[in-house]
């Protein structure tokens, strides 16, 4: 199975700040990562495919890269909307892992 | 609109089973893979079943292999989960989630989930 390490598992950002979220793979998944945004009583909402595909909608501040092993979600100006836990998943083969979450919070 | 619907959830004793279902609306069900993702308390969000459109390939997570079977019904748009010899560690908020048509595979529609508990 491949395995997902994902970084910080939480963090504390003021309003405006720059955040980095970090995705590292156990093995070479191309362009197989998807970042999702999960708030505490609703579902989840997928933010990224493919990397760095921002679907429709999700604002543009959210960007995503990477590719092989190592990922990255940056939000360029966290909005007080944008907290909540953050996961990548990889679909490039079974078990469609996730990381285990980022939570931002609020400083 | 585009929309997934769980239900089936409940309290259930270790051992015993459960069958879960999401209704899907406004989409050509047939032609997506589905999944099921579920968040234990306090835990992060882990993939449990997926199924292509053609129900000719289905994959789980090693934890529910032997005791869960995903199935779907494409005339009723309708994604299944039986859930045989649970346990406590089974109890969880279980999602469907709509995929992709082509890959790489991403899970694009999300229902609002049905909650397991096992317990005696």
């Known amino acids: 199975d491949i395995q997902m390490t994902q970084s910080p598992s939480s963090l504390s950002a003021s309003v405006g700040d720059r955040v980095t979220i970090t995705c590292r793979t156990s093995?070479?998944?191309?362009?197989?990562l998807n970042w999702y945004q999960h708030k505490s009583g609703k579902a989840p909402k997928l933010l990224i495919s493919?990397?760095?595909n921002l679907q429709s909608g999700v604002p543009s501040r959210f960007s995503g890269s990477g590719s092989g092993t190592d990922f990255t979600l940056t939000i360029s100006s966290l909005q007080p909307e944008d907290f909540a836990t953050y996961y990548c998943?990889?679909?490039?083969?079974?078990?469609?892992?996730f990381g285990q979450g980022t939570k931002v919070e609020i400083k | 609109e585009v929309q997934l619907v769980e239900s089936g959830g409940g309290l259930v004793q270790p051992g015993r089973s459960l069958r879960l279902s999401c209704a899907a609306s406004?989409?050509?069900?047939?032609?997506?893979?589905m999944h099921w993702v579920r968040q234990g308390p306090g835990k992060g969000l882990e993939w449990v079943s997926g199924i292509s459109g053609n129900s000719g390939t289905k994959t789980y997570v090693d934890s529910v292999k032997g005791r869960f079977t995903i199935s779907r019904d494409n005339a009723r748009n309708s994604l299944y989960l039986q859930m045989n010899s649970l346990r406590a560690e089974d109890t969880a908020l279980y999602y469907c989630a709509k995929g992709r048509q082509v890959a790489p595979d991403a899970f694009d529609i999300w229902g609002q989930g049905t909650t397991v508990t096992v317990s005696s």
């Open positions: 093995q070479n998944i191309n362009n197989y």
């Open positions: 406004g989409f050509t069900f047939g032609d997506y893979a």
């Open positions: 998943q990889q679909t490039y083969s079974p078990p469609h892992t």
């Open positions: 493919a990397a760095s």
